[in-house]
């Protein structure tokens, strides 16, 4: 089955609120975390990372948590702004591995 | 400096015929990787090469499909005869050198229908 994977497929907020993606894993060795958003038309972006020793990792407006007891990742997205509408995937890296796998993606939609 | 270029942005072909996707990573990168996304799912990993070396392929669904990096640097990603499941978005990325993060930069990929 697939190493990770989101709650949800599709997520709708208000602008300027703050927005939650859930993502969930299943491999234990994955050491390595990683947010992409990809936006219509365009590829995936890396947005921010955090590794297993770290249990959050904040960047610009973007906040990823990570809880290894349940195997979750969740990237918290501060005062949604129309722009962050896009598509958000999760990926892991496990030990020894360098290759990114990636979940479903959840569709961000940010309503004016 | 130019990003990853993928080519073609959209191509729309017949089943059994030949579609060859093409990839230009940044220069000077080292680490190139295919990449699919079939409509809803996941983005599921195809290869990696290292220059022009296949590092790692077990993601390749079967043998029509058939990727090259001659040289170390473009690739291509031939699916010879394409099948109705080949459609989906196949992206490319790339990476300065194998440092167990993360960080691939992708093109926009290159979305296949095969009707």
């Known amino acids: 089955g697939e190493s990770v994977g989101l709650h949800l497929p599709t997520l709708s907020v208000q602008e300027g609120d703050n927005s939650i993606i859930n993502c969930a894993y299943s491999?234990?060795?994955?050491?390595?975390f990683i947010w992409y958003k990809q936006e219509s038309g365009k590829g995936p972006q890396f947005i921010i990372d955090i590794r297993s020793n770290m249990d959050k990792r904040q960047g610009q407006r973007v906040t990823v948590l990570l809880n290894k007891t349940v195997k979750h990742l969740s990237l918290q997205i501060a005062a949604t702004q129309p722009g962050d509408s896009a598509v958000y995937f999760c990926a892991d890296i496990s030990g020894g591995s360098y290759i990114p796998t990636f979940g479903r993606g959840t569709s961000l939609i940010v309503h004016p | 400096e130019a990003g990853v270029t993928q080519f073609p942005s959209h191509s729309v072909i017949e089943k059994g015929q030949t579609v060859t996707l093409r990839c230009d990573p940044i220069?000077?990168?080292?680490?190139l990787y295919w990449y699919r996304r079939v409509m809803g799912k996941e983005i599921k990993f195809l290869l990696h090469f290292v220059k022009e070396s296949k590092q790692d392929e077990s993601g390749m669904p079967n043998n029509r499909f058939l990727a090259e990096r001659t040289g170390g640097t473009y690739s291509t990603l031939k699916v010879q005869p394409a099948e109705l499941e080949d459609s989906g978005v196949y992206f490319c990325?790339?990476?300065?050198?194998?440092?167990?993060?993360?960080?691939?930069?992708f093109g926009e990929g290159s979305r296949l229908t095969v009707l």
């Open positions: 491999n234990s060795a994955s050491d390595y």
């Open positions: 990325a790339s990476s300065l050198g194998v440092t167990n993060t993360g960080e691939l930069f």
């Open positions: 220069s000077g990168h080292d680490n």
